[in-house]
């Protein structure tokens, strides 16, 4: 009798400790801040599946988008081969912004999500973890759906809202729910909240997003949650909704969501006002002499002291900031021979360095770099682009000069040989971005899952 109940206790100590050994390994025993920390840099695949193909009527609570959609703001539709470049640039995170309402609903009294739909998103997404990479998906703008009732705290109003955004998540949340720790939700995008009564109403609906998605259990009772401050305003955020966010049933999985574009005169004022000048120029070095165009505030000292009070307010109390969205106009200055290119393109390169320095050295911050794929410094007015999707380079350079000065690209000469894929599971692409499989492959260099490997 004693022996089989040594026996049984053996047995149950294993089984215990295979299930722990087990849990630990699969990535959700890490914390928030741990998986941020993993995830810089990141990259944005901009507006192209919050984008719509037709502003004809009411654009909310139909089907109207179609997967068309996808090329309505911009002209390349998203594929592996895309993913796997952003990849070799040194990106280890994606985030992708996404309508559900707007335009993909095919059912409004249940505010039911197109099939098609889901199924395109959850392709891009797998994608990037096809890759390895991290992905933020959220509810973008979304036709303005919430964002336009954000300042009204009629108690039925919230309530409705409510209603509406648990609906949109737990579908969302379901569809998603067995994928691994790679996959972050991020409840909403840019809620216009600009004082404490309207950040109030923001608090509850994070509520409703977190509750929403720990209800449908699996791998969603520890996903990473990202909620956004009001406005996604760093000085909101920290004035008004420092120690409010959610209550959650996991400690340790939870992110705020600011976004940094600063200053407005830098990154995307197009023309001189009477109240002020664009800043062509930014950071110490970088000012050009006898120029009314160079920066008079929010260069490096203001920069730090922004990331400093998120990192007082929220990082060092448990909560990593994912910056969501981050960037700058590159803009052609060949049409003002008194102005400097150079000095310009040189300032540039600081504020994408000094952004992803500052982050890295503080720890608990990704910055999300936003990427819009139109390919052309529009003169003065510049561009945010990073990625030339349609042909595969880099077109903001500048840009990406500054993040790999801190995050360095993987070098290009680091090819591997190989006789053949490890697995079935591989994916194959050509340096062109087109997908084959392996009886196509012939001698010469292919990206495989994201490494250039050579046949």
């Known amino acids: 009798m004693k022996e089989k109940l040594l026996k049984a206790t053996l047995i149950m100590a294993c089984l215990l400790f295979w299930c722990t050994a087990s849990r630990a390994q699969d990535g959700f025993d890490r914390t928030a801040t741990e998986i941020v920390n993993d995830m810089a840099p990141g990259w944005n695949l901009g507006n192209t599946f919050e984008a719509t193909t037709s502003w004809t009527g009411a654009a909310l609570w139909n089907n109207k988008g179609g997967l068309s959609s996808e090329t309505g703001w911009q002209d390349t539709k998203t594929t592996q081969g895309i993913i796997d470049f952003v990849k070799s640039l040194g990106f280890k995170s994606i985030r992708i912004p996404c309508a559900w309402a707007f335009g993909h609903i095919s059912n409004a009294a249940s505010y039911t ?12 997404v797998d994608y990037c973890i096809n890759d390895g990479l991290y992905v933020v998906l959220n509810d973008h703008w979304d036709g303005g759906w919430i964002d336009d009732q954000m300042k009204n705290s009629d108690p039925a109003v919230i309530a409705r809202n409510k209603t509406i955004l648990s609906t949109l998540w737990t579908q969302i949340a379901n569809a998603f729910k067995d994928y691994d720790e790679h996959l972050l939700f991020a409840g909403m995008n840019e809620p216009p909240a600009e004082d404490q009564a309207a ?3 923001l608090i509850q609906y994070n509520q409703a997003f977190v509750d929403a998605v720990r209800a449908t259990g699996g791998n969603n009772a520890r996903r990473v949650l990202v909620v956004q401050g009001p406005s996604t305003n760093i000085y909101h955020t920290c004035n008004f909704m420092t120690n409010k966010m959610p209550t959650d049933v996991v400690e340790g999985k939870l992110a705020v969501e600011i976004h940094f574009y600063n200053p407005w005169q830098f990154w995307g004022m197009e023309k001189d006002e009477s109240w002020g000048k664009v800043f062509y120029y930014w950071g110490k070095g970088n000012h050009h002499s006898g120029s009314t165009h160079n920066a008079t505030w929010g260069e490096e000292d203001d920069m730090k002291n922004q990331l400093q009070m998120m990192k007082t307010n929220f990082v060092d109390k448990g909560y990593p ?5 981050f960037g700058a106009n590159w803009r052609d200055l060949s049409g003002l021979p008194a102005e400097s290119q150079e000095k ?6 600081t504020h994408y360095r000094e952004l992803h320095r500052l982050c890295k050295e503080m720890g608990g911050m990704v910055p999300m770099t936003w990427d819009t794929n139109y390919r052309s410094q529009d003169g003065t007015k510049g561009s945010m682009t990073i990625v030339n ?9 500048y840009a990406m000069e500054g993040i790999n ?3 360095p690209r993987p070098s290009e000469s680091s090819i591997n040989t190989i006789v ?7 994916t194959i692409h050509t340096l062109q971005g087109i997908r084959i499989n392996e009886k196509s492959m012939a001698k010469g260099i292919y990206i495989i899952n994201g490494k250039k490997l050579i046949r």
């Open 113 to 124: 999500i197109d099939e098609k739909w889901m199924a395109r998103v959850k392709e891009v």
């Open 199 to 201: 950040t109030n109403n």
């Open 321 to 325: 900031v994912v910056i969501g969205e």
């Open 344 to 349: 310009h393109n040189a300032s540039i390169k």
């Open 389 to 397: 999707r349609k042909e595969l380079t880099v077109f903001g350079v």
């Open 405 to 407: 000065e801190i995050y």
């Open 420 to 426: 053949h894929p490890t697995s079935n599971k591989e």
